[in-house]
T-cell receptor
Framework: GAGVSQSPSNKVTEKGKDVELRCDPI?????LYWYRQSLGQGLEFLIY????????KSGLPSDRFSAERTGGSVSTLTIQRTQQEDSAVYLCASSERLVAETQYFGPGTRLLVL | ELKVEQNPLFLSMQEGKNYTIYCNYSTTSDRLYWYRQDPGKSLESLFVLLSNGAVKQEGRLMASLDTKARLSTLHITAAVHDLSATYFC???????????????FGQGTILTVHP
């Protein structure tokens, strides 16, 4: 079946602009995760959703970052007033359930903030 | 705070040789994951280890988990060029807190297999 999809695949924006990144999880997967990967910080957890709720927002780097998930499916990660240090690959993953399940990763969105 | 450390970070191997990548983590967990990442690509799941003593094998790769030592190993047997990639281990805390499900990754091991 279809895997996790993300859009856009690449995004170039100017410092100070807002961006929205989208994730479509595997159909039927109740858990959805956002990570980011950068040269300096490696792979970092940002936030996860169980259904539509996000029990742990501790990984969001600042209050400029927010995420939502509606209908237990699509999720959007929004970065407001982007900064150059936000440049990274943003990866979305989903799993069938939260407990002890493999997380399947999408192809990522490469964000470059000029 | 959960910390995950891999070593080595860089591994250059000759084809046909064996080697082991180590993954140490700092807190109680009996759930460990190994992923592979090719350049410019996303993460591909290799193994999920869910209990002490778990061992899984796929082709030339074998992963094991020792939860008492907080150590997982990824053993490569008779390496071939196709195994060249970056390998990550990741750990999630045991159930009971809001961090359950959150993966903390190691730094990654860049593996290059050459003739």
């Amino acid at each position: 079946g279809a895997g996790v999809s993300q859009s856009p695949s690449n995004k170039v924006t100017e410092k100070g602009k807002d961006v929205e990144l989208r994730c479509d999880p595997i159909s039927g997967h109740t858990a959805l995760y956002w990570y980011r990967q950068s040269l300096g910080q490696g792979l970092e957890f940002l936030i996860y959703f169980q259904g539509n709720s996000a029990p742990d927002k501790s990984g969001l780097p600042s209050d400029r970052f927010s995420a939502e998930r509606t209908g237990g499916s699509v999720s959007t990660l929004t970065i407001q007033r982007t900064q150059q240090e936000d440049s990274a690959v943003y990866l979305c993953a989903s799993s069938e359930r939260l407990v002890a399940e493999t997380q399947y990763f999408g192809p990522g969105t490469r964000l470059l903030v000029l | 705070e959960l910390k995950v450390e891999q070593n080595p970070l860089f591994l250059s191997m000759q084809e046909g040789k064996n080697y082991t990548i180590y993954c140490n983590y700092s807190t109680t967990s009996d759930r460990l994951y190994w992923y592979r990442q090719d350049p410019g690509k996303s993460l591909e799941s290799l193994f999920v280890l869910l209990s002490n003593g778990a061992v899984k094998q796929e082709g030339r790769l074998m992963a094991s988990l020792d939860t008492k030592a907080r150590l997982s190993t990824l053993h490569i047997t008779a390496a071939v060029h196709d195994l060249s990639a970056t390998y990550f281990c990741a750990v999630t805390p045991n159930a009971g807190g809001t961090s359950y499900g959150k993966l903390t990754f190691g730094q990654g091991t860049i593996l290059t297999v050459h003739p």
